[in-house]
C-alpha cells in the first residue's frame, strides 16, 4: 500500500505548473537573438559550413565550384540534470504555496540553463577557440581573402574625453565604445573579401552589471553629455542596440556588441533532447520507503561559438 497522504499537492499539478513557467521564462531570454538553434539526433555534430558561399563573378572559362571550407568544429552533446525532492510531509502540509515556488524556480533554472552555457563561453571568449582555430575574441582572425581582422579592440577613455574610468563608465564613454564596435563590425570581411555585415541593423549590447546604468542611458537618451544627438537612441541611423544586462559576465572593465539579425548567429545552441521533467511519485517504491517525491529535469543539449564575425569585444582603458 502507497504511503500518499490524502489532500496532497500531486505530481501533475506540479508538472504542469513546471512548464508553464519553463516556457514562460524562455520566451523572456535573450538567447535567440544571439544563438543558432539547431536540432541534433546523434552524440555529436559536426559544422562545416561556418563560410561564405561564394559571391557572383563575371563568367569567364566555365564555372568556379567551391565547397566547404577544411576549417570547422565538433560540438558533443552533454546530458544536464537536476533533481528536487519532496516530502510527503512537505506536500500535505503547503498550504502558502513554497513548493510552487520551488518549481517555479527549478523551471527559471532549466529555461535559463542555455545562457548560462552561453555565458560561459563570452566569459571565456578570450582564450576559447572557435571554428578558425583561433580565439573567439582575437586580434589576428583570417580566413582566405579576408585579410587580418580583430573583433578585441581597445577604447581609451582619454582620446575621446568622455570622462569616467574603465570600470565606472560614463554615458558618453559607453556609447562611443559601442559605436567603436559596430563600426568595426561592419567593416568585417568574409573568406571571399566580401563584406560580411553589409546588411547588420540589429545589435545587442551585452555588460556586467556594473555598466547597467551608463549602458541603458547611453542607449536610450537622445542626447548626452555632448550636446549631440545620440545614433543609437531610438533606432537612428537605421539600426537598433538593444542593451542586455548579464549578471553572469565576470568582467569590470569589458562590454561586447554582437550582431542580433544575421542568419547565423555569434553562437549555437545544439539540442538532442529538449527540457524534460519526470516524477517519482504516488505508488511508487520510493513513495513507500523513503515517504518523498523526486521530480527530475534532464536536457541533452551543448553551446558552441558561431561566427566570431557577428561579435566584437571592447576593453575600456584610461
Given at each position: 500500500?502507497?504511503?500518499?497522504?490524502?489532500?496532497?499537492?500531486?505530481?501533475?499539478?506540479?508538472?504542469?505548473?513546471?512548464?508553464?513557467?519553463?516556457?514562460?521564462?524562455?520566451?523572456?531570454?535573450?538567447?535567440?537573438?544571439?544563438?543558432?538553434?539547431?536540432?541534433?539526433?546523434?552524440?555529436?555534430?559536426?559544422?562545416?559550413?561556418?563560410?561564405?558561399?561564394?559571391?557572383?563573378?563575371?563568367?569567364?572559362?566555365?564555372?568556379?565550384?567551391?565547397?566547404?571550407?577544411?576549417?570547422?568544429?565538433?560540438?558533443?552533446?552533454?546530458?544536464?540534470?537536476?533533481?528536487?525532492?519532496?516530502?510527503?510531509?512537505?506536500?500535505?502540509?503547503?498550504?502558502?504555496?513554497?513548493?510552487?515556488?520551488?518549481?517555479?524556480?527549478?523551471?527559471?533554472?532549466?529555461?535559463?540553463?542555455?545562457?548560462?552555457?552561453?555565458?560561459?563561453?563570452?566569459?571565456?571568449?578570450?582564450?576559447?577557440?572557435?571554428?578558425?582555430?583561433?580565439?573567439?575574441?582575437?586580434?589576428?582572425?583570417?580566413?582566405?581573402?579576408?585579410?587580418?581582422?580583430?573583433?578585441?579592440?581597445?577604447?581609451?577613455?582619454?582620446?575621446?574625453?568622455?570622462?569616467?574610468?574603465?570600470?565606472?563608465?560614463?554615458?558618453?564613454?559607453?556609447?562611443?565604445?559601442?559605436?567603436?564596435?559596430?563600426?568595426?563590425?561592419?567593416?568585417?570581411?568574409?573568406d571571399q573579401g566580401e563584406p560580411m555585415n553589409e546588411t547588420a541593423s540589429q545589435f545587442i549590447c551585452m555588460v556586467p552589471p556594473s555598466y547597467m546604468g551608463a549602458t541603458t542611458t547611453a542607449l536610450s537618451s537622445r542626447m548626452l553629455a555632448n550636446t549631440e544627438d545620440n545614433p543609437l537612441a531610438g533606432g537612428a541611423g537605421g539600426f537598433t542596440v538593444v542593451p542586455v544586462i548579464n549578471p553572469r559576465l565576470t568582467w569590470t572593465t569589458k562590454l561586447a556588441v554582437f550582431r542580433a539579425d544575421g542568419r547565423v548567429k555569434p553562437f549555437i545552441w545544439q539540442e538532442e533532447e529538449g527540457t524534460r521533467v519526470a516524477a517519482v511519485a504516488e505508488g511508487s517504491e520510493l513513495e513507500f520507503n523513503n515517504r518523498e517525491h523526486h521530480y527530475g529535469v534532464t536536457r541533452i543539449c551543448n553551446a558552441a561559438y558561431g561566427y566570431w564575425q557577428h561579435a566584437c569585444l571592447v576593453t575600456l582603458q584610461a
Open positions: 500500500m502507497s504511503g500518499t497522504v490524502t489532500g496532497a499537492l500531486g505530481s501533475r499539478a506540479i508538472i504542469g505548473r513546471f512548464y508553464r513557467t519553463l516556457e514562460e521564462t524562455q520566451v523572456a531570454s535573450w538567447v535567440g537573438g544571439l544563438a543558432m538553434p539547431i536540432e541534433s539526433n546523434q552524440e555529436s555534430e559536426e559544422y562545416k559550413w561556418l563560410g561564405m558561399a561564394p559571391a557572383l563573378r563575371e563568367w569567364a572559362g566555365g564555372r568556379q565550384a567551391k565547397g566547404f571550407r577544411d576549417n570547422g568544429l565538433v560540438v558533443k552533446n552533454k546530458v544536464f540534470e537536476a533533481t528536487l525532492r519532496v516530502s510527503l510531509d512537505d506536500l500535505r502540509r503547503d498550504k502558502t504555496g513554497q513548493i510552487m515556488v520551488r518549481v517555479d524556480e527549478l523551471a527559471a533554472r532549466a529555461a535559463l540553463h542555455p545562457a548560462k552555457l552561453i555565458s560561459t563561453l563570452i566569459n571565456g571568449g578570450e582564450s576559447g577557440l572557435c571554428y578558425d582555430g583561433q580565439f573567439f575574441f582575437d586580434t589576428d582572425h583570417a580566413e582566405g581573402d579576408s585579410g587580418t581582422q580583430s573583433n578585441s579592440i581597445v577604447y581609451d577613455i582619454s582620446d575621446g574625453g568622455t570622462g569616467g574610468t574603465p570600470t565606472v563608465p560614463t554615458p558618453l564613454t559607453i556609447q562611443r565604445a559601442v559605436m567603436a564596435a559596430v563600426s568595426q563590425m561592419m567593416g568585417f570581411k568574409d
